[in-house]
């Protein structure tokens, strides 16, 4: 029996260690206004590691399943814009479905977007009309994550 990653005999070659390279997720709650046109923002820390990200995905938070009870459709009807410290990723405010697709049918990135660490991302999130919830809130929920690899580097314990 070839026993390369250790000596455990349940555990054979093709159990080896992959690598620095994992993947790895990092996401936000933005608390949008209901009002058509208002917006509210918040951060994504990058951790002290390269990450290389391929991909945004969103979605509302909440009774979706039953918009007539709730008034919350997880429609993507919802502007997304980010950008870092010295960068910008985009001329406007997009459309969250049309930009990054649905939890179904996700759009990655054209190219895969690097950051050597320490970077802050932020997201502002502006509704694109206005939403009567029940019971009434000034607010909801809207999830960022982003996708991605990380380099855990040689020491990952």
């Not at 993947?23 to 990058?46: L, Q, R």
């Not at 969250?96 to 690097?114: D, M, R």
């Not at 999130?125 to 206005?130: E, G, K, L």
């Amino acid at each position: 029996m070839n026993q390369i990653a250790t000596n455990n005999p349940l555990l054979s070659r093709y159990d080896k260690d992959p690598g620095r390279w994992r993947p790895y997720k990092y996401g936000c709650v933005i608390d949008v206004p209901v009002g058509a046109d208002e917006s509210a923002e918040n951060t994504i820390n990058i951790l002290n590691q390269p990450f290389i990200m391929d991909r945004i995905s969103h979605t509302i938070i909440g009774q979706t399943w039953d918009p007539d009870a709730s008034g919350l459709a997880n429609d993507g009807q919802y502007y997304i814009e980010w950008h870092e410290e010295q960068s910008e990723y985009q001329n406007q405010p997009l459309l969250a479905i049309a930009a990054y697709g649905t939890k179904e049918f996700p759009l990655y990135l054209s190219a895969p977007v690097g950051f050597a660490g320490n970077k802050v991302l932020t997201f502002r999130v502006t509704n694109a009309y206005q939403r009567i919830l029940t019971p009434e809130a000034p607010t909801f929920k809207v999830q960022i994550v982003i996708h991605g690899v990380s380099d855990w580097g040689t020491d990952r314990r």
